[in-house]
Nanobody, 115 residues
Framework: QVQLVESGGGLVQPGGSLRLSCAAS????????MGWYRQAPGLQRELVAD???????NYANSVKGRFTISRDNAKKIVYLQMNSLKSEDTAVYYC?????????WGQGAQVTVSS
């Protein structure tokens, strides 16, 4: 069964950190680029970071220097380390493949940045 399961979300104060994890199953994880997306209330889903099968990374300008994407191909997990969080980072975060047909979206991980 093709599946993505995100975890690690929560409530954090501005300036804090969180690490999200996304466990993939049911397909050959290692050959696909993966990305982290987020969707804030009333807004479209946006791609914030992606990583190729070889480990090259790209970031949206809004998170560059604060977020780090990484992957463990053996465990089929992609991570998003989020530092210096801001209120505008509040959203539901999802992972999926990038630059190819997406697979069914997971439930996402809610990240709320608030004092």
């Amino acid at each position: 069964q093709v599946q993505l399961v995100e975890s690690g979300g929560g409530l954090v104060q501005p300036g804090g950190s969180l690490r999200l994890s996304c466990a993939a199953s049911g397909y050959i994880f290692s050959i696909y680029a993966m990305g982290w997306y987020r969707q804030a209330p009333g807004l479209q889903r946006e791609l914030v970071a992606d990583i190729t099968s070889g480990g090259s990374t790209n970031y949206a300008n809004s998170v560059k220097g604060r977020f780090t994407i990484s992957r463990d191909n053996a465990k089929k997990i992609v991570y998003l380390q989020m530092n210096s969080l801001k209120s505008e980072d509040t959203a539901v975060y999802y992972c999926n493949r990038v630059r190819t047909v997406p697979i069914p979206w997971g439930q996402g991980a809610q990240v709320t940045v608030s004092s």
